[in-house]
């Protein structure tokens, strides 16, 4: 039987670990809550637990979803979910890379309904590839090749015209371009955004941290109250910078920079844990135990039955900061 | 009156009688020296009196240095209400300055308050136009068929500018007289700060208040005319034959004086036989115009 | 009477958020309460008079002698007065600045002089991403004042840019003048990546850059406006008076939006 | 644990109640005075004791409030955002001004699990939800087929699984017009394919609420809001209620003239008329105050055309299969006209609409204002010389478009009680809830009277839920955690397999996928209250 939980690599007790893991946070200057790869239970835990501890919220792919984020609040943008697109769209432009996994086919749309399915790849060449595929839609005369004039004719005649993109991929201001083109275009037809959600529950890790804390990733609360800060507050740079001494990670695997600070991994069942101070194995949410899990197929949350009761990141984090003395 | 005299020349005991006015100044620049002052001279054009021209206009200067460093010249416009000063500048701007050949136009005066310039100029631009400030500084730039016409978004406004200071020079002869006047105005020219908005800087048609024409508000000055001397009680003296006036227009009261005081000095050294035999100011009997300039005052 | 002055004891061991350390702040301080501010960002309680240690003095000119890259907001919100600082800063040094004179003499971290409202800073060094930005969530960048940098800049310098004047002497890194909503922003040397895309209006200069994007079409130049603007920066950058002397190309853009921002390239 | 509170004056007009007295609180029930002495006695000598508030429309929960959230940081401080507080915020300011119930007004049955998971993580307080039907696909098919059997089904289904107390509908085919390029949409305008009407979807799902006993009568977001000349929708409106229960929401919304040099005037007066003489109708009345906002609505047409508005300038729209969504960020001004005529409509809808019964105490939140203003928009109504003095502030061209000025009108505590307590209760179908008689629910706010009546407001005195003393003077006293009112209405399950069907063909997805089973809410507790249907 593979162990609950280690500590300094060897096997222990999940209560010690829990113990050794409130420790280690209690007395940290400046600890991280991080990889966030967990259901909404794991993620209002880790909220509360770091407001208990003062610590630092951020997400493994937070950086794509501040792409997009940043693309919505500083500039504003007109969107759908997947579930508009098989039921409507007509016109489907698959925007870079990391959008070859959305469905694009099933189901099908009525017979009389033909769905186009065009593609501007990635590359060097996208961020121009877009400003002359905006610039041509605006009606500007400017040289431009056969296939991106085919584009922008089949979006300016779409009923239900769907431009889809994954930030993981793309550069905010190519999605900034996207968005401004859709809403050039909805002055006189019908266009939106898609945009993919991040890996690891990110969107719903993401709207969490929103209702909870009243501000998108990445947050703080070392100072009392939430501070958001995407540079600040980013993981990895903070890991680099030397500025956090303890780290709680959630994910499938423990980041590269584990090294950099004393680690509490919270890791699916048999993961490597090399490093981690204190690792505890927890079941895999939507697999192992029920969870609450943004659903990529339908651009909402939604509920999804484990095989098994398996130990959630969610009751981990509570015992943590239950045993930190402070009221959850 | 008992009248004093300087190298041979008389000059009255009187007062030239002055008024407020609101004045503005502008920097134009073009690709040559030449082409500066032709913008200017189209807008200062039929400027000489606010009595019909809704606003008095010259040229100040030359500028030695100007915001885009090409040549230029300082011009200033003076009315008498901010309203037709805004009219006048914007109209004389866009007719003559927009429309001249590599022309640029720049805030000619400091000041708090502003007239619109560039500001009220941009819409020629049709949407093209380009706002750039640097520092407290705003400009438009009008894209036109020979490149940009760059011009400062506003211009500084004078409230104590002043209008109608004068001159009368009476010579013995027309053409002595005439002769010394263009040498008074030459050099009042040069006095910054202070405009001759007739042309060449002299009026020949002094005028008085009032008229036997009800519809006139002024007309000719018929005590200084030499043809009427019979007819009417002249104010001139048996010996001059010609009498022709130089107004001035000033950013202040001291550069009115100045260029009185520059003109009087310039007259007097001709003598009265290379130049004029007396040298008089026109007034009011002071009751309409608050600045008094004494002739006795402006000698050296 | 001299500067306040505050000489750093040793490198901090957090980010230090210094935003309090304003002239017209600390003017109405006695050294006690000055030396009372909090100043962590983390768990770990830090006053300022840990960190620093305080000669009091004329708060009209505040001096801090040594820097550090954890030293963050310096100068944020700052209304008057001059605050030197005597070696490096951290992130959002003079951000959202309304006037005075903020002087790095060193490099400052991102976001420096982001969302500027009025005043003067200068940085001798280097500063990083989005110089003259745009705050995360904000709508707009850099909206007034002046920003000079004698050494190279990072990412997205300008972003966002709606009004004022940002000069980098040296280089620039990656989309320089992203978004422009208006202002002027010069670089001196390089700029690499998507120079301007999305610009709506404002004027980037560039000294050396390859080729701008197919939304930024060749339009033409008249000489007159270089010559203007030359004199109007000379008082800030004589490197960015000089680099107006030299032949410039003019391209409009990005076309893909509004089309109506200008990028002068200097020829070399 | 027996609790009495003493010597307050008990303000409970459901029970005909006005007077000074007693109140009795035992195992979070309020109880007839017994023999025993109290195991905690609270003196309220002094003070007004009313029933816990009751607000029936506020954006609370769910994607669209939280994309608010996330879409301006920028205006958060350190204070925060009172247009999008985060979710302890709500609960916290909402009990510190004595209210115990919210009803989250608009959530599609699409996004009802995070609806519900927003709900859980607000303290203090009981919430609930109304569904949003009206706009999608397999709604208008049946309506169009004349299926009104299966449509009762269908939105008892859509009830029971995303956990509504009531049934909403937000410009019916407004948004399904809109999907397909319509621009404008108003009562009588199709949905292009469907060759519906607004008025024939309204209708549809009035009698489908009706016939399912919904206690709430249909919620409507009429069509055209906030376009000048729109009060001739609104009367249309309640024409076409033909006589049968209608809920109109945030009615100030609709009562704009194309009087005067700026055609737009305040036509509150003849909405409050119409409103007067149709006892069938109730209305919220969405007051707008002055200061920044975010308007958070599922009217994506309206909102796509406010767009131009937005203040800070930015916007996020969404638009899905059905209703979606637009967030808007806007900021009243006293001295912008429009503004200004807004702000009198809607005091002029809470003066001149007699009934208290009938008009209901909101704010829209956040989209007139957020529900923290709620305590200066009751002095307003308390006090006559603090209106004028408002007045006195505004343009006066805008408040020549209104009657305000003219009114006199003072609310009474007792009206206040029923507009915020007793009539919310009842149109909700909640017996327990609003009233202090014996075997109410244990929710009791407590003021204490001043001078500035909005202070008094702020923070009650004392607040208690389900008979527990939770905040004094908006400091918490401990933690609480309230349930979200739903509905267990019963239908035909015929009606499963066929949305099976259409779910699988349409979407590739089962029809259960956004079911909102309690065990995703809270694993510890049952997050639920079922409330039953009429019939």
């Known amino acids: 039987m593979t162990a609950e939980a280690l500590l300094a690599g060897q096997p222990a007790s999940r209560a010690a670990a829990i113990a050794a893991a409130a420790a280690l946070l209690g007395a940290s200057a400046n600890p991280l809550i991080a990889g966030l790869a967990t259901d909404i239970d794991g993620a209002e835990a880790a909220i509360g637990l770091a407001r208990a501890v003062g610590g630092v919220l951020d997400h493994t792919a937070a950086a794509g979803g501040l792409r997009d984020l940043d693309v919505m609040r500083q500039a504003g943008w007109i969107t759908t979910t997947p579930l508009l697109v098989r039921a409507r769209a007509d016109c489907i432009l698959l925007v870079g890379d990391g959008v070859g996994d959305f469905p694009t086919t099933p189901p099908t749309l009525a017979p009389a309904q033909a769905r186009r399915v065009l593609r501007l790849p990635g590359g060097a060449a996208l961020p121009h590839s877009l400003a002359l595929l905006r610039a041509l839609l605006a009606g500007r005369k400017l040289a431009a090749s056969a296939a991106l004039h085919e584009i922008a004719e089949a979006l300016r005649t779409a009923q239900c015209g769907v431009v889809i993109w994954s930030a993981a991929h793309t550069d905010g201001l190519c999605i900034e371009m996207v968005c401004g083109m859709i809403d050039d275009l909805n002055r006189a037809t019908r266009c939106f955004g898609l945009p993919l959600p991040g890996p690891g529950n990110l969107a719903g890790v993401m709207q969490a941290i929103g209702w909870q804390c009243g501000f998108p990733l990445r947050v703080g609360f070392a100072r009392g109250h939430a501070e958001h800060d995407p540079w600040r507050f980013d993981a990895a740079r903070m890991a680099a910078a030397g500025e956090a001494d303890v780290a709680l990670w959630i994910g499938a695997a423990l980041p590269d920079w584990a090294a950099k600070m004393s680690m509490i991994a919270l890791l699916p069942a048999g993961t490597p844990a090399e490093g981690a101070e204190v690792t505890i194995f927890i079941g895999r949410p939507g697999v192992d135990h029920d969870a609450v899990l943004h659903e990529p197929a339908t651009g909402a949350l939604g509920f999804r039955r484990g095989q098994g009761d398996a130990l959630s990141a969610a009751a981990v984090l509570t015992a943590i900061t239950q045993a930190l003395g402070v009221p959850c | ?246 107004v001035i227009d000033g950013l202040s009261p001291e550069a009115v004086a100045e260029a009185m005081r520059v003109g009087l000095a310039t007259c007097i050294a001709r003598g009265p036989e290379q130049g004029v035999r007396r040298i008089g100011a026109g007034n009011y009997g002071g009751k309409l115009g608050r600045h008094h300039f004494h002739l006795k005052d402006l000698l050296a | 009477m001299s500067a306040l002055c505050l000489t750093l004891r040793e490198a901090p061991a957090q980010r230090l958020d210094l935003s309090m350390l304003l002239p017209e702040r600390l003017a109405a301080l006695s050294p006690a309460e000055i030396e009372r501010l909090p100043v962590q960002t983390t768990r770990r309680a830090m006053r300022l008079g840990d960190v620093f240690r305080l000669r009091p003095g004329d708060a009209k000119e505040v001096v801090i002698e040594g820097g550090s890259a954890r030293f963050d907001c310096v100068g944020a919100c700052m209304s008057g007065g001059v605050l030197r600082v005597i070696g490096a800063v951290g992130q959002r040094a003079g951000c959202e600045m309304l006037g005075g004179h903020l002087l790095i003499e060193g490099d400052a971290g991102p976001f420096a002089a982001a969302g500027l409202r009025d005043g003067v800073v200068e940085i001798a060094g280097d500063a990083g991403d989005y110089l003259g930005g745009t705050l995360p969530g904000e709508r707009t960048g850099m909206a007034g004042g002046s920003v000079r940098v004698r050494g190279s800049a990072g990412a997205r310098a300008g972003d966002r840019l709606r009004r004022g004047l940002i000069i980098v002497e040296g280089d620039a890194g990656a989309d320089p003048g992203s978004r422009m909503l208006a202002g002027t922003l010069m670089i001196c040397g390089s700029a690499s990546g998507l120079a301007g895309y999305l610009m709506r209006r404002g004027t980037l200069v560039i000294g050396q850059f390859a080729k701008p994007g197919e939304t930024f079409q060749p339009c033409g130049l008249d000489p007159v406006f270089p010559r203007l603007l030359r004199r109007l920066i000379a008082p800030y950058s004589a490197d960015a008076a000089a680099m107006l002397d030299a032949p410039l190309s003019r391209f409009m853009g990005d076309l893909a939006g509004l089309g109506k921002g200008e990028m002068l390239i200097a020829q070399s | 644990m027996l609790t009495l509170l003493s010597g307050g004056r008990i303000v409970d007009p459901a029970n005909r109640r006005d007077a000074i007295g007693d109140l009795w609180l035992e195992d979070g029930l309020v109880i007839a005075p017994p023999d025993r002495a109290p195991d905690e006695r609270h003196d309220v000598s002094g003070c007004i004791v009313m029933a816990g508030g009751i607000d029936i429309h506020s954006h609370i929960a769910g994607t669209n409030v939280n994309t608010a959230r996330l879409l301006l940081p920028e205006l958060r401080g350190s204070a925060g955002f009172a247009g999008a507080p985060e979710s302890e915020a709500i609960g916290r300011l909402y009990a510190a001004m004595g209210f115990t119930l919210v009803v989250e007004p608009a959530i599609s049955p699409a996004v009802a699990l995070q609806a519900h998971r927003e709900l859980a993580a607000i303290p203090f307080i009981d919430k609930a939800i109304l569904s949003v039907l009206g706009n999608e696909d397999f709604g208008l098919q049946l309506i169009r087929a004349g299926e009104h059997t299966a449509l009762a089904d269908y939105v008892a289904r859509t009830l029971a699984a995303s956990g509504g107390l009531g049934l909403k509908t937000i410009n019916p085919g407004g948004a399904a017009a809109f999907a397909r390029n319509v621009r404008r949409f108003s009562l009588d305008d199709e949905v292009p394919e469907y060759g519906l009407t607004s008025r024939a979807i309204m209708r549809s799902l009035q009698q489908a609420a009706i016939r399912l006993g919904v206690p709430h009568p249909l919620h409507l977001h009429a069509n055209n809001l906030g376009l000048p000349g729109n009060v001739e929708s609104a009367l249309a409106t309640i024409e076409a209620a033909e006589g049968q229960p209608l809920h109109l929401a945030h009615l100030q919304f609709y009562a704009y003239g194309e009087e005067g040099p700026r055609k737009f005037s305040s036509a509150a007066a003849r909405l409050a008329e119409a409103v007067n003489a149709a006892p069938h109708i109730t209305a919220d009345v969405g007051q707008v105050m002055f200061g920044q906002t975010v308007t958070v609505s599922s009217d994506v047409l309206r909102q796509f055309g406010a767009r131009n508005q937005a203040s800070p300038a930015k916007s996020a729209l969404l638009e899905t299969d059905g209703n979606g969504g637009g967030i808007v960020p806007y900021r009243y001004r006293k001295e912008n006209f429009f503004n200004a005529v807004q702000w009198a409509a809607g005091l002029e809808l809470f003066l001149l609409i007699a009934d208290p019964w009938r008009v209901f105490f909101t704010t829209d939140h956040p989209n007139g204002a957020p529900f923290t203003a709620y305590p200066d928009l009751l002095a307003l109504l308390m006090d006559r010389d603090l209106r004028a003095a408002w007045i006195a502030e505004l343009p006066p061209e805008a408040m020549a478009m209104s009657t305000l000025p003219a009114l006199t009108r003072e609310y009474a505590w007792g009206e206040i009680a029923i507009m915020t307590r007793a009539a919310p209760a009842r149109l909700l179908g909640l017996a327990d809830r609003g009233h202090l008689g014996p075997g109410a629910r244990a929710d009791v706010a407590v003021y204490r009277p001043e001078a500035d009546r909005a202070a008094m407001f702020r923070n009650a005195a004392l607040v208690f839920k389900d008979g527990l003393p939770i905040l004094r003077e908006g400091r918490v006293l401990r933690p609480h955690r309230g349930r979200a009112l739903r509905l267990s209405p019963g239908f035909d399950a015929a009606i499963e397999p066929r949305l099976a069907r259409y779910y699988d063909a349409t979407f590739g997805l089962a029809h259960t996928a956004f079911d909102v089973p309690a065990e995703a809410i809270d694993r510890t507790r049952d997050p639920f209250e079922a409330v039953p249907c009429r019939n």
């Not at chain 2, 920097?27 to 606003?55: E, K, N």
């Not at chain 2, 230029?72 to 901010?82: D, P, Q």
């Not at chain 2, 020629?124 to 380009?130: E, N, P, S, T, Y």
């Not at chain 2, 004078?158 to 050099?187: F, I, P, Y």
């Open chain 2, 1 to 246: 009156m008992p009248e004093l005299i300087r190298n041979g020349v008389r000059i009255d005991d009187s007062f030239a009688e002055a008024f407020d006015m609101r004045a503005t100044g502008l920097i134009i620049t073009a690709d040559t020296l030449h082409w500066a002052r032709q913008a200017a001279l189209s807008m200062t054009g039929f400027a000489t009196s606010i009595i019909a021209c809704g606003v008095e206009a010259g040229i100040d200067a030359e500028c030695d240095t100007t915001p885009d460093g090409r040549p230029g010249v300082r011009v200033l416009l003076f009315a008498g209400s901010t309203a037709e000063l805004q009219k006048q500048l914007q109209n004389r701007v866009g007719q003559c300055v927009l429309t001249s050949a590599g022309s640029a136009c720049y805030a000619g005066l400091e000041g708090a308050e502003r007239l619109k310039l560039g500001d009220a100029l941009r819409y020629f631009a049709d949407g093209w136009q380009i706002s750039k400030r640097v520092g407290e500084r705003h400009f438009w730039r009008l894209p036109v068929m020979d490149g940009e016409f760059i011009c400062e978004g506003t211009t500084g406004l004078t409230k104590s500018a002043v209008g109608g200071g004068n001159l009368l020079l009476l010579g013995a002869s027309r053409e002595a007289t005439l002769a010394t006047a263009e040498a008074a105005a030459h050099a009042m020219a040069r006095v910054p700060g202070a405009i001759l908005p007739f042309p060449g800087g002299i009026v020949r048609s002094g005028s008085k208040v009032g008229s036997k024409y009800k519809a006139m508000i002024a007309s000719t000055n018929h005590a200084y005319c030499p043809t009427l001397r019979g007819a009417v009680a002249s104010a001139l003296d048996p010996d001059i034959a010609s009498v022709l006036e130089i």
